[in-house]
């Protein structure tokens, strides 16, 4: 985890325990088993979390550097079966740059770090530790190593959304009145039915509750 005006990452001459060749739920899916695992990752173009990082055109770069990597753990239930950690990103309901007028509205209450920070309805909650979902800029704050993950919660309504998809690209759409902002290590939304999930750019399973921990450090990537 990184601390303000501390370094990120550390030479190494240590070789790689893993290599990973894909986008972020191949990433995602390697390292859930082995906490702590270091890994050489080689990202197709599409990687959200190679651009955080700066993974320059998507291609690992032999530097020698270790940098240690959050996850966002998906605590036991219908969502973590297939895909019990995110690397990225996890978004509940119609992502944002999908926020049409009539985008259906679903009734959640989002916890963060055991307070209360949302009740009512919303058409999406973004949980991230990454900046970048499709290469927009969604999470402006977003960190991959600073063991806190981003929470955002869209109440958005129709009129305003054509203008917040056309600042996306450039996280202009936050601040925003009616897009609640927090981070914290532990997020529970529940909701009142079941809704579209993504974890990492792959759809899953909807489910009307879902929890999420932070794991500081739970892999490290060699650069």
């Known amino acids: 985890m990184i601390k303000p005006g501390e370094p990120w990452g550390r030479p190494t001459s ?8 894909g986008g ?21 173009p599409s990687s959200d979390l190679a651009r955080a990082i700066g ?10 550097i270790e940098v240690p990597l959050d996850v966002l753990r998906i605590e036991d239930g219908p969502v973590a079966v297939n895909m019990p950690i995110a690397v990225n990103m ?14 259906r509205r679903f009734g959640a209450n989002v916890r963060v770090d ?28 977003g960190h991959p190593g600073d063991g806190r993950a981003e929470v955002q919660v869209y109440a958005v309504p129709g009129r305003d959304r054509r203008r917040l998809r056309e600042r996306l690209a450039t996280g202009t759409h936050v601040p925003h009145p009616k897009i609640t902002q927090r981070s914290g290590t532990s997020i529970r939304i ?30 490290r990537l060699l650069l």
């Open 90 to 103: 996890v978004v509940i309901g119609t992502p944002p740059d999908g926020l049409g007028r009539f985008a």
């Open 55 to 64: 993974l320059a055109g998507g291609q690992s770069v032999a530097q020698g």
């Open 190 to 219: 529940s909701v009142d039915r079941r809704v579209p999930i993504e974890i990492d750019g792959r759809s899953v399973a909807g489910a009307d509750l879902v929890e999420i921990t932070v794991v500081p450090s739970g892999y």
């Open 24 to 44: 972020d739920a191949d990433l995602a899916a390697a390292v859930s088993a082995r906490p702590g695992i270091l890994v050489r990752f080689r990202p197709e």
């Open 114 to 141: 055991s307070r209360s920070v949302f009740h009512g309805p919303c058409t999406t909650v973004v949980i991230s530790t990454g900046q970048f979902r499709r290469g927009l800029d969604l999470v402006p704050r």
């Open 14 to 21: 240590a070789a790689a325990d893993l290599e990973v060749c």
